[in-house]
């Protein structure tokens, strides 16, 4: 994994409040829409609504980042990037039980099943990790790969780097 994304990792671990419990226990994506309930573009505010004002705050992360975790001190949640005030971006964090795609594709899934049930994806290389990623409409869909399972998801705007 890259050291940006395991710094960031480590943040969440320290700095998390446990999240609301609007925090989805069976998060799903939607490819191109939202990941657990958030969508690309919403407002802090909004964010807030859905997921709760329980969440930490990455001290060294590019942009505002939040991690809703499920526990104090829990590294499994979903973490949401802010730009302007607005959702820039959305991943999973530490492979969260019972997360979901579309097709029954579920985390933990073997690397083979991720493009026999999500189609046709761009593999990029990450550092110690791969993303399979599809540019839809106006966002960019992310399938994370450790080891050959799939590890997590993300949902970024259009052509943004998923690596992080």
Known sequence: ???????????????????????????ALVPD?????VRIGETAAQV?????????VCQGCARPTWYFNYRSFDRHGLAVELTSGHVSGIYTLWQPAGWHAPKGLQLGA???????????LIPLSC????????????ARTAYYVVNGNLWGFGLFEASENPCR
């Open 33 to 37: 829409r939202s990941l657990g309930g």
């Open 1 to 27: 994994m890259s050291r940006a994304f395991l710094c960031a990792t480590v943040a969440s671990l320290c700095l998390a409040a446990p999240a609301a419990a609007a925090l989805p226990r069976d998060g």
């Open 110 to 120: 073997a690397q083979g099943q991720i493009t026999a049930l999500a189609g046709t």
């Open 127 to 138: 550092s110690g990790y791969e993303a399979y990623v599809r540019d839809g409409q106006g």
């Open 48 to 56: 807030r609504a859905a997921l709760g004002g329980r969440f930490g």
